[in-house]
């Protein structure tokens, strides 16, 4: 099965069927029926296409007499892949006019405008970089998200961020022991936080992924669990917890650790990571709002559902997949979240609060909220608690994170950490 095929219906899953690229991948058979370097390409190229989306768009029109049909799903998916090739991937342009040409004339549903592809193709081979390149910072972004960041972050800080979702991250992974050997082994770097950072590819075929010394983890995603501080031996609930690497987190550190997640799918990959890395916790398949505990835990780590803007450098799907009436709706899930854990926890227990989300309303918000409640008091995070993490602490002594922070190392996923304490 060709590759760009594979790219195409993965494009229109994501854009024309909304469905998450993750989802999509499985569910793809073109996809599915890839190996080795096929399959790899393929979603490099969806990724890339997803990541530049705007701007590839913005070529394409400067050489499109009139848009397409809107049911020309995959003549459209085309178009911005090989597009994609010429811009981002920079492959050479006979490859990738030939091949995607080539393609979409295999394709029953994009056979009809194959000339028009390879026409329109050619002149983005010729002149489309000049264009491409000349794109404003947020053209990769929907309009009224990018307008939202530039309300809350300001104009500067909200172009950085974009301008580094543009680029291809590195890849992070927390170590069970010695993160200075393993970054050594894996030709790679520590970050100021302990995190291993890489540029390796091949995630399953890396030394210490059989031997399950590691695990995948962005540095940012990596904190809100250091909010929690020694937990040996304390009774912690990691609720909302798959895919888990917080779970994993935790007990490497001893925590005595309970994984909540109403997705029993979700719960598998945390399970089998669990056995990977021959790390010990309670898995539970169940909704955190009808959960109930007989005894308090000591302390909760609540990683609540979110819209993930926060995450768009790895999963630039997201931004075209949510609509401004999604924070709201997810900002409330959240505060019930939060009402739902003060009755698993005792007097005097810690809660952290966490989201990978850049809106304010999905983390200050619902933290004020929860304030107000009686409920719970915030247990600031102190300058030198966490090494490496200053720089992310607030004014209120919560924790944020933005993607264009760490830039001149590849930045970071954007998230908000508050902890709280249950009066």
Not at 167 to 176: A, I, Q, W
Not at 180 to 190: D, S
Request: aromatic share 6%; proline share 5%; with cysteine.
């Amino acid at each position: 099965m060709n590759a760009r095929r594979a790219a195409a219906d993965l494009v229109v899953a994501v854009l024309d069927e909304r469905r998450a690229l993750d989802e999509a991948l499985a569910a793809t058979p073109s996809f599915a029926a890839l190996e080795g370097r096929d399959r790899a390409f393929a979603r490099a190229l969806a990724t890339a296409t997803l990541r530049r989306l705007g701007s590839i768009d913005a070529v394409l029109a400067r050489f499109l007499e009139r848009p397409l049909p809107d049911t020309a799903w995959h003549g459209r998916a085309m178009l911005r892949i090989g597009a994609a090739q010429l811009l981002v991937l920079e492959t050479p342009p006979h490859a990738a006019v030939g091949e995607t040409v080539e393609t979409a004339n295999g394709m029953r549903e994009a056979r009809g405008f194959a000339k028009l592809i390879n026409a329109v193709l050619r002149k983005v081979s010729r002149e489309g970089a000049e264009i491409f390149a000349a794109q404003a910072d947020g053209a990769d972004l929907p309009a009224w998200l990018y307008a939202r960041w530039r309300a809350s972050y300001g104009d500067e800080a909200a172009a950085s961020i974009a301008r580094m979702l543009r680029e291809e991250p590195p890849l992070d992974l927390s170590v069970k022991q010695d993160a200075a050997g393993w970054a050594e082994r894996l030709g790679g770097a520590l970050t100021p936080t302990g995190s291993v950072r890489t540029s390796a590819a091949g995630v399953d075929s890396l030394p210490g992924f059989a031997d399950g010394a590691w695990w995948v983890q962005d540095a940012a995603a990596a904190l809100p669990a250091k909010l929690l501080g020694d937990v040996r031996g304390r009774t912690v609930a990691d609720l909302c917890a798959a895919p888990g690497g917080k779970t994993l987190q935790l007990a490497n550190a001893g925590a005595i650790v309970t994984a909540v997640d109403r997705a029993p799918e979700r719960l598998e990959r945390l399970r089998e990571n669990l056995a990977r890395t021959q790390l010990e916790a309670t898995v539970r398949a169940a909704d955190v709002l009808k959960l109930r505990t007989k005894t308090p835990f000591d302390a909760i780590l609540l990683d609540a559902p979110c819209t993930s803007t926060g995450t768009l450098r790895r999963h630039p799907d997201v931004a075209w997949l949510r609509r401004p009436t999604d924070i709201r709706a997810l900002a409330e899930l959240q505060t019930q979240l939060l009402d739902a854990a003060a009755g698993m926890v005792g007097t005097g227990g810690t809660l952290v609060y966490a989201v990978c989300s850049l809106e304010p309303e999905e983390g200050p918000g619902v933290v004020a909220d929860a304030l107000s409640s009686g409920a719970w008091k915030r247990s600031p995070v102190g300058f030198g608690e966490i090494a490496g993490a200053d720089a992310f602490i607030t004014p209120d002594g919560d924790l944020r994170t933005l993607p264009s922070q760490w830039a001149d190392s590849g930045g970071l996923d954007g998230f908000y950490a508050a902890r709280l304490t249950r009066l």
